[in-house]
């Protein structure tokens, strides 16, 4: 017997106990779709590995992953040596879905939602996190492991309610993993129902330029939480670093009433997040957004570019759906639509310096 199957055959008695867990709960829909059960590092193993292993055996028995991830293999990928940066460009046809979904707000409250766990495709199945999540493979990836983390109740998509849980999920799948959170105006495809989703540890450009220390411009330090943005990076990014969870969570908190109050708004400002867990410290990736799609998305058909950035994209990986947008991709084209799309700096480091 392979080391593979002895692993699968281990796992799959874990889970006969772990279901009658799930079984507890009560809800006959949240039973029929869990995988695993993980409640606490350290009690059920690597959550990492536990969705390495939700990944290969889902590819198996879900004919739709399988195809997703056989679609993939063959993506198309090229760098673009941009001013300052560079980025990638990524021909990826199953995404266009997603990337040209109709997001108006009675499109998607007359849509049946697609996280909900009723209407979840009946071959799907995830890992139940702490009871209130479901762990999910993504079925249109972009990464060749990508995961989706939805709650599993219908609750809005928000960043402010559900700050602990995307520091201890990225504690959680940690090293392998980096959290990302997309807005409900700028990039979630569900913003009605709250979610994140993870991608392989630095896959994306703008978390190997984060440790870049020239490119960086310290900005804030205080109680053991610092902050500091990219130079010359042809978007805002932000980035936050501490070790400690209690300020870190209060610093974030401030942060975003702070930037609420300095934009007059009630709703939640823009922005994309990646979470990354290493060595006994968070780092956040914040990409503040003054908008979501870049008017080239909405020109007629002959000059459209359908683009529609999100934490990836802004992270430095743009997908692009369709060939003839992929071909066409230049250094320009990538600058104006960051450009288009991102808040000047100065508004971040205004709101820095409001903070204490
Ligand atoms: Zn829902």
Redesign the pocket.
Known sequence: MCLSTIFFNYAKSKLNILKQTVNSIGNSFISKKTYAVFNKAGSSGSLAELCNTLLEQQKKDWPQLDEGYNALASVRLRNICCDGFSAAVQFNPGRIKSTAADLDRKTVRERK?F??PENLPELQKGILYRNEYLLLCNPAPIFDRHLTFSSIS?VPQRLESNLEILLNLAKDLNPEYTVFYNGPRCGASAP??FHFQASPRCALPVERDAVDMKRRKPLYYNKHVAGCILLNYGRTVLIIESTDKPRLLEFISDLLKTWKRNQNIEDESMMNILCSYQEDLWRLIVMPRSKHRPYVFSLEEEKRVVVSPAAVDMGGLIIMPREKDFILADAKLIENIYSEVTEPPEMIERILGQLK
């Open positions: 939602c996280l909900c219908h009605d129902h």
